[in-house]
């Protein structure tokens, strides 16, 4: 007990003195306020905990050791914690940090009711938490205890996502034995791999994951079967797609959904809609619009009333998805239009980067309203997606140049102005998008041609990453292999031990190479990602 | 009859590699590296020095820049014959001037000198006849020959230098210099090697076999990871077509965002370039559009496919050449030992 230390041990030191006040206030029959009933009920568990605590701590100073990554992390929730004890470790957990014992102690008072606040707010996350949430992939907010002063921010503490640990044996293990419980196969890994990213899956495309289902599948439902298969071909790519994609196949599974007898919708169809987001993981790892989404459907099955007749909470439930879709991809990419074409002068030269739809629609918005410019679309092997680009742009009758990546330097000495599209936007101001955007951006600089970039508010996402290797995803590495002119050199490349091929599919922009995020709150600059995630919070 | 013989022999031949030089830039004809073009163009103008009618320095010179600049004009982006017939001419100068008598201490002091007090144009004319000029010259040619032989294994030589192990070094396209430079240094240390393809020809999944073959743990990436992978790079090690008065460069496409990413990630830029590859040209404005490939056009659609980048001389760190390391500012210097002033202009 003298290593695990918790703010709140200050309560257990100070319990004795609140403890009289409370018992006096009982005898003198005046009604406890509400913190002191918190604080009542506080001392009740800590005390149970401590007794568990006692037993399990040599366990979990061992599993510490083994994680110095998350031992930064105020609230370690170690993957190898079985899935169990998550509920009661939820409310407040463990700090590591032996010497903050006596200040905390020291100054308690002054801290108490903001502390208390947080408490209730971690515990109603944990609540929602241990709801909806169990056994979730995706990364997960694990309320701990803030020892932080007394801000109103809430201790964001995510737990590592399972595909970013593929070196680790453990959580290879555990995600095994999750898929299984959940009937679903697990893809295995293809072909060698960079040392740098033996942390991530690489699959191939021969090998997708539909051919180890049965036919027909039990457990998945026929339209996200479907979907994965899109997925993992890449015959639905793009962020913006990818997610409506998601939300009209949950559609078509919650029109097929009936609630068995004895069960509650808003919990039933949360833990059915599980398999199936797996699934559609293993198929391809999910994007942080895909997350959002997700995230947002979730909440709405479990605000669902349970006094609800099914058929209205059915269409509830669809007039949700509609009206997401709706506001966050359509109206958005109006608002974006409108204003990135004041930022679309007469006689420009746009330069583009592979296939957004966001700024496709932008230059397509621009043309209409008869604005003059000419675009410049560049291309990168392997995916060759400007070329989807350019055919949309050519239809459109805009006049079109285009070059591969590696001309950049050359044609941008003509360029006005460059517009790229997003991913995401990290919490950091770094923009995560297609590979090789980093690189526009930096040539760009080197040229002073301004960088825009186009994003929708509902694909900030709250992590934060500074290089593009620690969270990334890996394609299929025999795409590299084909080139233009039908010379295959690699095509035996799995035979030779020391060759790698490598294909990202993502990377970083620093926020000091965007000038501009173009979004459908307004324009704002690349550092302005938090605020807008902080008020979006609060809204919710 | 032995006379006329010898010159049309020797036009056919002028000819043969006029011809070669164009097919080989259209893609078409075998694709022949720097160093086969620089060789065959000194062992064609020692044919020429030893076959041709000619009695007086300035004679041959007059013979020499004429097919110099027929062979310039048959493939302009092929810089190193231009380079080969200068080194030639000065070859030329400079034996004149010794069998001439003056020494040759008085020549390099020249340039600055002679700029404050004559100011003029030097009056050599060339014109006296040496019977002992044609087998100095000759002899001069074979010592560039054996030269322009060894100019591959010396810089490879200098790889221990500057490789340490375990590094990750990246590259792009395909060099011949900076293949054998690390197979030079894998012999001894281990280390593990980056290889941009550069589309759209993708030489550079030639490189990566060969260098995997060699032992050397290779990666494959495309051109547009090479920002994101630079932070884990430590050096860049590349090759280039040539190397401009300035200190910049000619190098493939792509290697000037290569060079800027380096540069922003604080990576030291290294250049393995033979002497040969050294041109007096300065960059012109209308460079890159001498050479293009056009890729399949569409009706309505610019395609554009430049070969060649030019590289700054502040993004490069330093030089490897056959005689040693340099860095960018001392180019010039360099080539005033290589080329005579007046030669610039062929």
């Known amino acids: ?540 | 009859m032995p006379g006329p013989d010898k010159e049309t022999d020797l036009t056919e031949r002028i000819e043969a590699f006029l011809f070669d030089l164009n097919r080989g830039g259209s893609g078409a004809g075998p694709l022949r590296g720097s160093a086969e073009t620089a060789r065959e163009t000194t062992a064609l103008l020692r044919r020429i020095t030893a076959q041709a009618r000619w009695s007086s320095a300035g004679d041959l010179m007059e013979i020499i820049r004429n097919e110099g600049r027929r062979m310039t004009a048959a493939q302009p982006s092929e810089t190193t014959v231009g380079n080969m017939i200068r080194r030639v001419l000065k070859i030329i100068r400079e034996e004149y001037a010794r069998s001439r008598g003056s020494s040759e201490e008085a020549d390099q002091q020249e340039s600055l000198h002679k700029l404050l007090t004559s100011g003029g144009v030097s009056d050599e004319n060339f014109r006296q006849p040496f019977a002992a000029l044609k087998p100095n010259v000759i002899e001069a040619i074979n010592e560039l020959l054996t030269e322009l032989e060894g100019t591959t294994d010396n810089i490879a030589m200098q790889a221990l230098e500057h490789i340490h192990s375990n590094e990750v070094i990246m590259t792009i396209g395909r060099s011949r210099t900076v293949e054998a430079f690390l197979k030079d240094a894998a012999r001894k240390r281990k280390f593990h090697v980056i290889v941009a393809e550069c589309a759209p020809f993708c030489q550079g999944h030639e490189m990566a076999t060969s260098l995997s073959k060699a032992g050397i743990e290779t990666t494959v990436i495309t051109d547009a990871a090479i920002f994101a992978v630079m932070s884990r790079v430590n050096k860049v090690i590349i090759g280039t077509q040539t190397v401009l008065a300035n200190g910049g460069l000619r190098a493939v496409n792509g290697t000037h965002t290569l060079a800027l990413a380096a540069k922003h990630h604080s990576t030291p830029l290294i250049v393995c370039a033979p002497m040969f590859k050294l041109s007096p040209q300065v960059r012109r404005l209308s460079f890159l559009s001498d050479f293009y490939r056009y890729c399949e056009i569409l009706s309505k659609v610019n395609v554009h496919c430049p070969v060649f980048d030019y590289v700054p001389p502040e993004l490069i760190t330093l030089f490897i050449s056959n005689i040693g390391g340099h860095a960018p500012s001392y180019i010039y210097r360099l080539m005033s030992e290589l080329y005579h002033p007046e030669d610039h202009e062929l």
């Not at chain 1, 309560?11 to 406890?32: H, N």
């Not at chain 1, 639905?236 to 919650?254: D, E, P, Y």
């Not at chain 1, 590696?406 to 360029?415: F, G, K, M, N, R």
């Open chain 1, 1 to 540: 007990t003298d290593v695990i230390i918790e703010s709140s041990v200050g309560y257990f030191t100070e319990g004795p003195e609140r403890k009289d006040d409370i018992v006096k206030a009982k005898q003198e029959g005046k009604e406890l306020t509400k913190e002191e009933k918190q604080r009542l009920r506080k001392e009740k568990k800590q005390q149970k905990k401590s007794k568990e605590k006692k037993d399990d701590k040599p366990s979990r100073d061992s599993e510490k050791e083994k994680k110095p990554a998350s031992a930064a992390s105020p609230a370690p929730q170690t993957p190898t914690q079985p899935p169990a004890q998550k509920a009661p470790s939820a409310a407040p957990a463990p700090v590591p940090v032996p010497a903050s014992e006596t200040p905390s102690a020291a100054d308690k008072p002054a801290k108490s009711k903001a502390e208390l606040k947080a408490e209730r707010r971690a515990r109603q996350e944990a609540e929602r938490a241990s709801k909806g949430k169990k056994g979730d992939v995706g990364p997960q907010a694990a309320p701990g205890k803030p020892k932080a002063p007394p801000s109103e921010l809430q201790p964001v503490v995510k737990r590592l996502p399972e595909h970013v640990q593929v070196d680790n044996p453990e959580v290879l293990k555990k995600l095994a034995k999750k898929l299984e419980r959940q009937q679903i196969p697990l893809r295995s890994d293809y072909g060698y791999k960079v040392s740098l990213f033996s942390h991530l899956h690489q699959y191939s495309r021969k090998a997708p994951l539909t051919q180890q289902l049965g036919i027909p599948s039990t457990v998945i439902h026929p339209a996200i079967v479907r979907l994965g298969l899109q997925y993992s071909q890449g015959i639905v790519a793009g962020s913006n797609a990818r997610s409506v994609a998601l939300l009209h196949a949950f559609k078509q599974v919650i029109r097929d959904y009936t609630t068995p007898p004895n069960e509650e919708l808003s919990r039933d169809l949360v833990n059915r809609l599980k398999p199936y987001i797996s699934f559609l993981n293993q198929c391809r790892p999910l994007s942080a619009s895909m997350g959002n989404a997700i995230k947002y459907i979730k909440k709405e099955i479990s605000n669902i009333p349970s006094q609800c007749k099914e058929e209205e909470a059915k269409r509830k439930l669809l007039n949700c998805i509609d009206c997401y879709i709706n506001e966050k991809i359509v109206l958005a990419a109006k608002a974006i239009a409108k204003y990135s074409i004041e930022k679309i002068s007469d006689g420009d030269v746009i330069l583009v980067y592979g296939c957004s739809s966001l700024v496709n629609h932008i230059l397509c918005e621009a043309f209409e309203k008869n604005r003059k410019f000419r675009v410049i679309v560049v291309d990168s092997r392997p995916r060759l997606e400007g070329r989807e680009a350019l055919r949309r742009l050519v239809q459109k009758g805009i006049n079109c140049t285009y070059v591969l990546i590696s001309a950049v330097s050359y044609i941008l000495p003509e360029v006005s102005k460059v517009f790229l599209g997003a991913h995401a936007l990290l919490a950091n101001g770094y923009v995560m998008s297609r590979v090789g955007t980093s690189q526009i951006a930096l040539v760009a600089k080197a040229f002073n041609v301004p960088v825009l970039v186009c994003c929708e508010t509902y694909k900030f996402c709250e992590r934060v990453q500074t290089d593009s290797f620690v969270s990334n995803e890996l394609d299929d590495p025999d795409d590299l292999i084909v080139t233009r002119t039908g010379t295959t050199q690699l095509e035996h490349w799995q035979e030779v031990p020391s060759l790698g091929l490598l294909n990202l599919v993502y990377d970083v922009t620093p926020p000091d190479f965007v000038d501009l995020v173009i979004t459908d709150l307004g324009m704002i600059p690349c550092t302005s990602v938090p605020v807008v995630l902080r008020v979006k919070n609060v809204d919710q």
